[in-house]
C-alpha cells in the first residue's frame, strides 16, 4: 500500500481504512460471484442484499420507525434543494427556511424559482453566518420547516434542532448525518449527499416520512417524484451501485466497530475539544464561528493574514495535512474532521499548528 496522508478534506472527504481496505479485498471478485460490485446487475440478488441492508442500517443507526422508507437517490443534495419544495408544498401554505449560509441560500433559491410562498424566518447573515439563528416564530400553518443542520463553508452547527408542534421539519444533513443520534420524529424529510459523511459522491440518502408521500403532486416529472422511487426500493432505473455498497459497510463500521451514534458523537466531540480548544488559548489561530455554534465536522479558521494562511496551507500539505484550505467563497482554512477523520489526524494537526505559530508568530 502507498502512503496515506491525513485528509482533511471536505468532500469528497476521507473514508474509514478498514472499509476501503475491504473494497480493496473484494473488488475484482464480490462475494463470490466472479465480479466486481461494480460490475453486478442492479436486479442482482447479491445487489438487493445490499441495499437492503443498507437500508436496515439506516434504520437502526438513526432509530427510523416503520413510517419512514430511505431511498438512495442521484443528482446530490442540490437536487434536493428543487426536490423538496416540488413534492412537500402544499398549495395555499407556505414554505418557511432558516437561512445559516450557501447550501440553505442555494435551497431558498431554487424554493423561489418554482414561485413557491417562500418565507426566510430567520437568518444569520447580518454578521456573515457565522452563529446559528435562536429567535424565529414558525407558523405552524407552514407546509415544512426547513434547515441546513451543519454548514460546510461557515463552519456552524445545530447544537440543537429547531422545536416545531406540527410543521414537518426538513434538513439538509449532508456534512453531519451519522454523526450523533437525534430524535427523527419531527421530520418529514432528511437529506444528506454521501460524500461528506458517509461514503464516496454519487448518491443522495433521502429519508422520508411516509405521509410525505402523499402529498407527491401526480403531474412531476416521473424521475423528480420521491413516490417514484420509494415503490421501487430506489430501483426504479440504475442507482449508484458502487456508492451504495460503500455506504453500507461505512454504516457497519459505525455499528459493529464504533459501536454506533452515541459512541460516534463522543468521539466527535472529544476531536473538537482538542482542536478549538487550543485555537483559543493559541492566540494566533481565530475560528470563524461563534461559540455555541461551532462544528464538529467542519472546523472554520483564520491566521493573522492571508499570506501566512497561504503558506500554512502550502506546508501543511508537505507534511501530510491535506485539504485545508477553505472553500473558494470565504477563504482561510478549513479542517473538516468528519467521523472517518481520526483522533490521531486532530493530534497530528494541533503539533503542526503549535509549531507553525512558534515558527512564524
Not at 478498514?18 to 447479491?46: C, N, W
Not at 400553518?141 to 460546510?152: I, M, P, V, W
Not at 421530520?187 to 443522495?204: C, D, S, V
Not at 491566521?303 to 496551507?313: D, M, Q, R, V, Y
Request: net charge neutral.
Amino acid at each position: 500500500m502507498g502512503k496515506r496522508v491525513y485528509n482533511f478534506n471536505a468532500g469528497p472527504a476521507a473514508l474509514p481504512l478498514t472499509v476501503l481496505e475491504q473494497i480493496q479485498a473484494e473488488f475484482l471478485d464480490y462475494e463470490g460471484t466472479g465480479m466486481s460490485i461494480t460490475e453486478i446487475s442492479h436486479r442482482s440478488k447479491p445487489f438487493d442484499k445490499v441495499i437492503n441492508e443498507a437500508v436496515e442500517r439506516t434504520k437502526r443507526l438513526l432509530n427510523l420507525g416503520e413510517d419512514f422508507q430511505v431511498l438512495f437517490l442521484q443528482g446530490g443534495a442540490s437536487m434536493q434543494f428543487c426536490m423538496v419544495p416540488m413534492n412537500l408544498a402544499l398549495p395555499g401554505k407556505a414554505v418557511e427556511y432558516i437561512n445559516t449560509g450557501t447550501w440553505a441560500t442555494k435551497a431558498i433559491k431554487e424554493a423561489k424559482l418554482q414561485g413557491k410562498d417562500v418565507r426566510v424566518i430567520a437568518s444569520s447573515e447580518d454578521k456573515n453566518f457565522s452563529y446559528i439563528p435562536k429567535e424565529y416564530a414558525v407558523d405552524e400553518e407552514a407546509a415544512y420547516l426547513h434547515f441546513t443542520s451543519n454548514n460546510t463553508i461557515k463552519g456552524t452547527q445545530w447544537a440543537e434542532f429547531p422545536v416545531v408542534k406540527k410543521v414537518p421539519l426538513v434538513s439538509d444533513m449532508s456534512s453531519d448525518i451519522m454523526s450523533r443520534p437525534f430524535d427523527p420524529k419531527p421530520f418529514g424529510l432528511i437529506y444528506a449527499g454521501a460524500q461528506k459523511n458517509i461514503g464516496p459522491a454519487g448518491t443522495a440518502l433521502v429519508i422520508i416520512r411516509k405521509d410525505m408521500l402523499e402529498r407527491v403532486p401526480e403531474n412531476l416529472p416521473t424521475m423528480l417524484k420521491y413516490t417514484t422511487f420509494a415503490k421501487e426500493n430506489s430501483m426504479f432505473n440504475t442507482p449508484s451501485c458502487f456508492t451504495i455498497y460503500t455506504i453500507n459497510l461505512v454504516l457497519k463500521w459505525l455499528e459493529e466497530t464504533i459501536g454506533g451514534l452515541a459512541a460516534m458523537e463522543k468521539l466527535n466531540q472529544e476531536k473538537g475539544a482538542i482542536l478549538y480548544d487550543y485555537m483559543d488559548q493559541s492566540g494566533y489561530y481565530r475560528a470563524t464561528a461563534e461559540k455555541g455554534s461551532r462544528s464538529l465536522m467542519n472546523v472554520t479558521f483564520r491566521l493573522p493574514n492571508e499570506e501566512l494562511e497561504a503558506k500554512f496551507i502550502g506546508e501543511a500539505t508537505k507534511a501530510d495535512l491535506v485539504g485545508l484550505k477553505g472553500h473558494r467563497s470565504v477563504g482561510g482554512c478549513r479542517a473538516s474532521i468528519y467521523n472517518a477523520t481520526s483522533k490521531e489526524a486532530i493530534l497530528a494537526l494541533v503539533a503542526f499548528m503549535k509549531d507553525f505559530a512558534q515558527k512564524n508568530g
